[in-house]
């Protein structure tokens, strides 16, 4: 069964760290680009980092680099977020989402979508 599984998701104080899991099943993992994104109450969604089927090449949003840093396991199945110096604004869901090359900042391009997992930045 296709599926991807965010996990890690909770509440976090400003200035905190939280790790996001995403794992994957069901299909080709290590051909895809694989992208989290993420979604503010009353904002539209938007690409927050993208790594490449190797795991050699990331991009991610401006306002995340230095803070948020992207990572895969091809032999788990598995992409990692670990968000560091966390801020009110990073709050909102977050998803995973699979592309295939060249796609992978583009929402109309995903292939696969996990269901979300919530991530709160408040003190």
């Known amino acids: 069964q296709l599926q991807l599984v965010e996990s890690g998701g909770g509440l976090a104080q400003p200035g905190g760290s939280l790790r996001l899991s995403c794992s994957a099943s069901g299909f080709a993992f290590d051909n895809y680009n694989i992208g989290w994104f993420r979604q503010a109450p009353g904002k539209e969604r938007e690409r927050v980092s993208c790594?490449?089927?190797?795991?050699?090449?990331?991009n991610s949003l401006d306002s995340v680099k230095g803070r948020f840093t992207m990572s895969r396991d091809n032999a788990k199945n598995t992409v990692y977020l670990q968000m560091n110096s966390l801020k009110p604004e990073d709050t909102a869901v977050y998803y995973c989402?699979?592309?295939?090359?060249?796609?992978?900042?583009?929402?109309?391009?995903?292939?696969?979508w996990g269901q979300g997992t919530q991530v709160t930045v408040s003190s």
């Open positions: 989402a699979a592309l295939l090359p060249p796609y992978c900042g583009n929402q109309s391009k995903v292939r696969y």
């Open positions: 790594i490449s089927p190797n795991g050699r090449n990331t």
